[in-house]
């Protein structure tokens, strides 16, 4: 049998959630285990995740992300990062792996600060809407072609 297949017939449906014109039925897989990964918002709470400017200097589109946890972090799209020199969205989806130190694409969300407020970013609490995300990376592609 399939692979895939056979990981679909292992599925069981959730109860119906409805709200105006949608309704989620959630797939549940029958383990029911942990994802196996810290969200952004977990690391940085907890302390394992560090995210800096990549040098006291810093550059707009790139920040450094130290992973000091024995877990994977999940980074997603259009997360705000406040604080350093200048606040930040992430620019794509990543998922970081345990004890690790990488360099993240991210955006500028705010204008005309260059100076540092804290040393470390912090958790933003938002994420950019679909309908934005797709126009910064329209944007970005454009900006790609003009190099």
């Known amino acids: 049998m399939d692979p895939i297949q056979a990981y679909l017939e292992t ?3 959730g109860g119906k959630q409805n709200h105006q014109n949608l309704t989620l039925i959630p797939l549940l897989a ?3 285990g ?11 709470s907890q302390g ?11 550059s707009v589109p790139e920040l450094k ?6 877990d994977k972090v999940l980074v997603v799209d259009g997360e705000e990062l406040m604080g350093a020199k200048q606040n930040r969205i992430v620019n794509a989806s990543f998922l970081i792996a345990e004890n690790s130190e990488v360099v993240i694409p991210v955006s500028c969300v705010e204008q005309g600060r260059w100076s540092y407020r804290s040393a470390m970013f912090s958790y933003g609490e938002k994420v950019m809407l679909p309908s934005l995300k ?14």
């Open 134 to 147: 797709m126009e910064k990376q329209k944007k970005m592609a454009e900006n790609r072609t003009r190099r």
């Open 65 to 70: 992300l130290v992973n000091k946890s024995p």
């Open 48 to 58: 394992f995740v560090i995210i800096t400017e990549i040098s006291t200097g810093g």
């Open 34 to 44: 942990e994802p196996g990964y810290l969200t952004l918002e977990e690391g940085l």
């Open 11 to 13: 599925l069981k449906q």
């Open 30 to 32: 029958a383990n029911g």
